[in-house]
Protein backbone atom coordinates (compact mmCIF):
# COMPACT_ATOMS: atom_id res chain seq x y z
CA UNK A 1 0.00 0.00 0.00
CA UNK A 2 1.65 3.56 -0.79
CA UNK A 3 0.69 6.42 1.00
CA UNK A 4 2.92 9.63 1.41
CA UNK A 5 2.30 9.69 5.05
CA UNK A 6 5.27 7.97 7.50
CA UNK A 7 2.61 8.21 10.19
CA UNK A 8 -1.23 9.14 10.09
CA UNK A 9 -3.14 9.61 13.49
CA UNK A 10 -6.79 9.97 12.74
CA UNK A 11 -9.25 11.26 15.87
CA UNK A 12 -6.51 9.71 18.49
CA UNK A 13 -7.75 10.00 21.79
CA UNK A 14 -6.32 8.82 25.44
CA UNK A 15 -7.43 8.96 28.41
CA UNK A 16 -6.30 8.35 32.31
CA UNK A 17 -8.92 7.95 35.10
CA UNK A 18 -10.62 10.76 33.56
CA UNK A 19 -7.87 13.17 32.39
CA UNK A 20 -7.77 13.17 28.65
CA UNK A 21 -3.87 13.48 27.74
CA UNK A 22 -4.76 13.34 23.88
CA UNK A 23 -7.77 14.73 22.45
CA UNK A 24 -8.99 13.78 18.85
CA UNK A 25 -5.57 14.22 17.57
CA UNK A 26 -5.23 14.39 13.78
CA UNK A 27 -1.47 13.99 12.04
CA UNK A 28 0.42 13.37 9.25
CA UNK A 29 3.97 13.05 8.60
CA UNK A 30 5.68 13.52 5.31
CA UNK A 31 8.06 10.82 4.49
CA UNK A 32 11.72 11.86 4.28
CA UNK A 33 10.71 14.97 6.31
CA UNK A 34 11.75 16.14 9.81
CA UNK A 35 8.53 16.66 12.09
CA UNK A 36 8.65 18.38 15.91
CA UNK A 37 6.49 17.55 17.62
CA UNK A 38 6.41 20.09 20.63
CA UNK A 39 4.64 21.50 23.42
CA UNK A 40 5.27 22.20 27.03
CA UNK A 41 5.12 19.43 29.22
CA UNK A 42 2.33 17.34 30.37
CA UNK A 43 1.14 18.87 26.57
CA UNK A 44 0.42 15.27 25.72
CA UNK A 45 3.71 14.46 23.35
CA UNK A 46 5.16 11.37 25.06
CA UNK A 47 1.62 9.75 25.27
CA UNK A 48 1.00 10.40 21.13
CA UNK A 49 4.42 8.59 20.55
CA UNK A 50 3.84 5.71 22.89
CA UNK A 51 0.45 5.51 20.43
CA UNK A 52 2.08 5.81 17.67
CA UNK A 53 4.72 2.90 19.13
CA UNK A 54 1.78 0.66 20.23
CA UNK A 55 2.61 1.16 24.03
CA UNK A 56 -0.58 2.51 24.72
CA UNK A 57 -3.20 2.19 22.48
CA UNK A 58 -5.73 4.47 21.91
CA UNK A 59 -9.39 4.58 23.46
CA UNK A 60 -10.61 6.26 19.97
CA UNK A 61 -9.16 6.61 16.71
CA UNK A 62 -6.72 4.96 14.45
CA UNK A 63 -2.52 4.80 13.31
CA UNK A 64 -0.86 3.89 10.31
CA UNK A 65 2.76 3.35 10.15
CA UNK A 66 4.01 3.55 6.49
CA UNK A 67 0.88 2.91 5.01
CA UNK A 68 0.06 -0.56 6.99
CA UNK A 69 -0.49 -1.87 10.43
CA UNK A 70 1.29 -0.70 12.88
CA UNK A 71 1.99 -4.02 14.14
CA UNK A 72 3.50 -5.28 11.24
CA UNK A 73 6.39 -2.21 11.03
CA UNK A 74 7.08 -1.38 14.19
CA UNK A 75 10.16 -3.94 14.89
CA UNK A 76 12.00 -3.75 11.51
CA UNK A 77 10.99 -0.93 10.18
CA UNK A 78 11.11 1.84 13.11
CA UNK A 79 13.83 2.97 15.30
CA UNK A 80 12.17 4.41 19.15
CA UNK A 81 14.16 5.74 21.22
CA UNK A 82 12.14 7.00 24.58
CA UNK A 83 12.48 9.50 26.64
CA UNK A 84 13.17 7.32 30.04
CA UNK A 85 16.73 6.28 28.89
CA UNK A 86 17.75 2.17 30.52
CA UNK A 87 20.30 0.30 28.89
CA UNK A 88 21.37 -3.61 30.02
CA UNK A 89 24.07 -2.21 32.42
CA UNK A 90 25.76 -5.69 32.77
CA UNK A 91 26.01 -6.17 28.92
CA UNK A 92 29.18 -5.36 27.20
CA UNK A 93 28.33 -2.08 24.54
CA UNK A 94 28.88 -4.36 21.53
CA UNK A 95 27.49 -7.12 23.17
CA UNK A 96 24.41 -5.17 23.29
CA UNK A 97 24.42 -3.60 20.06
CA UNK A 98 24.51 -6.64 17.90
CA UNK A 99 21.68 -8.58 20.36
CA UNK A 100 19.49 -5.82 19.78
CA UNK A 101 20.06 -5.65 16.46
CA UNK A 102 19.58 -9.10 15.65
CA UNK A 103 16.25 -9.07 17.31
CA UNK A 104 15.50 -6.42 14.74
CA UNK A 105 16.17 -8.88 12.08
CA UNK A 106 19.85 -7.87 11.54
CA UNK A 107 22.04 -11.13 10.93
CA UNK A 108 25.26 -11.29 13.46
CA UNK A 109 27.85 -10.36 10.95
CA UNK A 110 26.05 -7.23 9.60
CA UNK A 111 25.19 -5.97 13.37
CA UNK A 112 28.43 -6.47 14.20
CA UNK A 113 29.98 -4.83 11.23
CA UNK A 114 27.62 -1.58 11.60
CA UNK A 115 28.11 -1.53 15.19
CA UNK A 116 31.71 -1.26 15.21
CA UNK A 117 31.33 1.26 12.65
CA UNK A 118 28.76 3.81 14.95
CA UNK A 119 31.06 3.01 18.07
CA UNK A 120 34.15 4.37 15.57
CA UNK A 121 32.20 7.63 14.73
CA UNK A 122 30.73 8.22 18.53
CA UNK A 123 34.15 7.89 19.46
CA UNK A 124 33.54 4.67 21.78
CA UNK A 125 35.43 2.45 19.75
CA UNK A 126 37.57 2.01 22.80
CA UNK A 127 34.36 1.19 25.16
CA UNK A 128 33.16 -1.49 22.79
CA UNK A 129 34.14 -4.63 25.18
CA UNK A 130 33.20 -2.28 28.67
CA UNK A 131 30.34 -3.06 30.86
CA UNK A 132 27.54 -0.31 30.40
CA UNK A 133 27.68 0.40 33.63
CA UNK A 134 31.31 1.78 33.09
CA UNK A 135 30.11 4.24 31.22
CA UNK A 136 29.06 7.66 31.85
CA UNK A 137 25.43 9.14 31.15
CA UNK A 138 26.25 10.47 28.33
CA UNK A 139 27.77 7.78 26.75
CA UNK A 140 25.15 5.33 27.84
CA UNK A 141 22.63 7.82 26.14
CA UNK A 142 25.48 7.51 22.82
CA UNK A 143 24.89 3.83 23.03
CA UNK A 144 21.25 3.92 22.98
CA UNK A 145 21.39 6.13 20.25
CA UNK A 146 23.17 3.31 18.22
CA UNK A 147 21.17 0.52 19.26
CA UNK A 148 18.09 2.76 17.38
CA UNK A 149 19.19 3.23 14.63
CA UNK A 150 22.00 -0.17 13.54
CA UNK A 151 18.24 -2.02 12.07
CA UNK A 152 18.12 1.45 9.31
CA UNK A 153 14.66 1.59 9.66
CA UNK A 154 12.45 3.77 7.59
CA UNK A 155 10.95 6.05 10.39
CA UNK A 156 13.06 7.21 13.52
CA UNK A 157 10.93 7.99 16.39
CA UNK A 158 12.78 10.23 18.82
CA UNK A 159 11.32 11.39 22.46
CA UNK A 160 13.18 14.45 24.05
CA UNK A 161 16.76 12.57 22.10
CA UNK A 162 19.25 15.15 23.17
CA UNK A 163 18.40 15.78 26.56
CA UNK A 164 21.55 15.60 29.51
CA UNK A 165 23.65 15.51 26.40
CA UNK A 166 26.67 18.03 26.44
CA UNK A 167 26.52 20.92 23.48
CA UNK A 168 29.18 19.43 21.39
CA UNK A 169 27.60 15.92 21.17
CA UNK A 170 24.29 17.02 20.69
CA UNK A 171 26.11 18.78 17.43
CA UNK A 172 27.04 15.07 16.45
CA UNK A 173 23.92 14.21 16.51
CA UNK A 174 21.85 16.89 15.07
CA UNK A 175 24.17 16.38 12.20
CA UNK A 176 23.36 12.53 12.41
CA UNK A 177 19.57 13.58 12.12
CA UNK A 178 19.84 15.76 9.28
CA UNK A 179 22.01 13.18 7.45
CA UNK A 180 19.33 10.37 7.81
CA UNK A 181 16.68 13.22 6.29
CA UNK A 182 18.84 13.38 3.02
CA UNK A 183 19.09 9.67 2.74
CA UNK A 184 15.41 9.56 2.88
CA UNK A 185 14.66 8.97 6.46
CA UNK A 186 11.70 9.99 8.17
CA UNK A 187 12.38 11.57 11.90
CA UNK A 188 9.72 12.11 14.61
CA UNK A 189 11.10 13.76 17.43
CA UNK A 190 9.59 15.53 20.52
CA UNK A 191 11.13 18.20 22.14
CA UNK A 192 10.88 21.83 24.43
CA UNK A 193 13.83 23.40 23.20
CA UNK A 194 12.89 25.25 20.50
CA UNK A 195 15.96 26.73 18.92
CA UNK A 196 16.80 23.11 18.53
CA UNK A 197 13.39 21.87 16.69
CA UNK A 198 13.67 25.22 14.93
CA UNK A 199 17.25 23.95 13.28
CA UNK A 200 15.81 20.70 12.46
CA UNK A 201 12.67 20.60 11.22
CA UNK A 202 10.77 21.07 8.02
CA UNK A 203 7.08 20.36 9.82
CA UNK A 204 5.88 21.06 13.44
CA UNK A 205 2.97 20.20 15.58
CA UNK A 206 2.45 21.94 18.70
CA UNK A 207 0.33 20.43 20.96
CA UNK A 208 -1.00 22.37 24.23
CA UNK A 209 -3.66 20.99 27.13
CA UNK A 210 -3.86 17.67 24.68
CA UNK A 211 -5.01 19.41 21.42
CA UNK A 212 -3.40 20.40 18.37
CA UNK A 213 -3.17 24.05 18.05
CA UNK A 214 -0.63 24.39 15.05
CA UNK A 215 0.34 22.00 12.75
CA UNK A 216 2.38 22.59 8.89
CA UNK A 217 5.56 23.66 7.58
CA UNK A 218 7.92 25.63 9.65
CA UNK A 219 8.54 28.33 7.20
CA UNK A 220 4.94 28.72 6.66
CA UNK A 221 3.85 29.24 9.71
CA UNK A 222 6.33 31.75 10.76
CA UNK A 223 5.06 33.79 7.91
CA UNK A 224 1.43 33.79 9.04
CA UNK A 225 2.14 34.43 12.77
CA UNK A 226 4.43 37.45 11.91
CA UNK A 227 3.12 40.28 13.42
CA UNK A 228 3.57 43.86 14.07
CA UNK A 229 7.83 44.11 14.41
CA UNK A 230 9.64 45.87 12.24
CA UNK A 231 13.88 45.61 12.49
CA UNK A 232 15.27 49.22 11.52
CA UNK A 233 19.18 49.32 11.08
CA UNK A 234 19.76 53.75 9.66
CA UNK A 235 22.23 56.53 10.62
CA UNK A 236 20.78 60.04 11.25
CA UNK A 237 18.00 61.59 13.13
CA UNK A 238 15.61 59.42 14.82
CA UNK A 239 12.58 61.43 15.56
CA UNK A 240 10.75 59.29 13.00
CA UNK A 241 10.85 56.41 14.49
CA UNK A 242 7.77 57.39 16.44
CA UNK A 243 4.01 57.69 15.22
CA UNK A 244 0.73 56.47 15.34
CA UNK A 245 1.54 53.62 14.47
CA UNK A 246 4.08 52.17 16.74
CA UNK A 247 3.49 51.16 20.10
CA UNK A 248 6.65 50.66 21.44
CA UNK A 249 10.90 50.71 20.55
CA UNK A 250 13.00 47.96 21.81
CA UNK A 251 16.71 47.80 21.44
CA UNK A 252 17.42 44.50 18.95
CA UNK A 253 19.90 42.92 17.73
CA UNK A 254 21.98 45.55 15.69
CA UNK A 255 18.86 47.30 15.37
CA UNK A 256 16.05 49.16 16.20
CA UNK A 257 12.89 46.92 16.88
CA UNK A 258 9.36 48.53 16.50
CA UNK A 259 6.41 46.92 17.83
CA UNK A 260 3.11 48.22 15.86
CA UNK A 261 -0.62 48.59 16.90
CA UNK A 262 -2.24 45.39 15.44
CA UNK A 263 -3.54 46.52 12.01
CA UNK A 264 -0.74 49.17 11.61
CA UNK A 265 0.55 49.64 7.95
CA UNK A 266 4.95 50.13 8.57
CA UNK A 267 5.02 51.77 5.12
CA UNK A 268 3.75 55.28 6.64
CA UNK A 269 7.20 54.72 9.28
CA UNK A 270 9.13 54.25 5.94
CA UNK A 271 8.26 57.24 4.36
CA UNK A 272 8.90 59.23 7.29
CA UNK A 273 12.26 58.08 7.32
CA UNK A 274 13.16 58.67 3.67
CA UNK A 275 11.76 62.28 4.57
CA UNK A 276 13.98 62.79 7.43
CA UNK A 277 17.28 62.20 5.31
CA UNK A 278 17.80 59.28 7.69
CA UNK A 279 20.13 56.78 6.12
CA UNK A 280 18.06 53.15 6.59
CA UNK A 281 20.42 50.34 6.08
CA UNK A 282 17.61 48.02 7.02
CA UNK A 283 13.79 48.29 7.35
CA UNK A 284 11.90 44.55 7.81
CA UNK A 285 9.07 42.76 9.46
CA UNK A 286 10.63 40.57 11.85
CA UNK A 287 10.13 36.97 11.36
CA UNK A 288 8.81 35.00 14.64
CA UNK A 289 11.14 32.74 15.96
CA UNK A 290 9.64 29.56 17.02
CA UNK A 291 10.21 29.84 20.85
CA UNK A 292 7.34 33.25 20.44
CA UNK A 293 4.84 31.19 18.08
CA UNK A 294 5.18 28.88 21.09
CA UNK A 295 4.54 31.16 23.71
CA UNK A 296 2.32 32.35 21.91
CA UNK A 297 -0.26 29.59 21.20
CA UNK A 298 0.91 27.47 24.49
CA UNK A 299 1.98 30.04 26.93
CA UNK A 300 -0.86 31.55 28.36
CA UNK A 301 -2.41 29.29 31.11
CA UNK A 302 0.29 26.42 31.02
CA UNK A 303 2.00 26.09 34.53
CA UNK A 304 5.49 25.71 32.98
CA UNK A 305 6.91 27.10 29.90
CA UNK A 306 10.05 25.49 28.84
CA UNK A 307 13.15 27.37 28.32
CA UNK A 308 14.56 28.27 25.18
CA UNK A 309 18.54 27.34 24.16
CA UNK A 310 20.31 30.15 22.54
CA UNK A 311 23.96 29.25 20.76
Not at 12 to 29: C, M, N, P
Not at 76 to 95: A, I, T
Not at 221 to 240: C, H, L, M, N, Y
Amino acid sequence: MTDGCAVRLEGVTKRFSGHTAVDHLDLEIPRGSIYGLLGPNGSGKTTTIRMIMGILLPDEGRVTLLGSDPAQTRRQKVGYLPEERGVYKKMRVLELLVFLAEIRGVPRKVGRGRAGDWLDRLELDGWADRRLEDLSKGMQQKVQFISTVLHEPELLVLDEPFSGLDPINQEVLEAIVLEFRRSGMTVLFSTHLMDQAERLCERVCLISRARRVLDGELKEIKQRERTGVVAVSFEGPADWLAGPEVMRQEAGPGAVHLVLHEGADPKGILRRGVASGAAIHRFEVVEPRLHEIFLRHAGAGTTRVPPTVSR
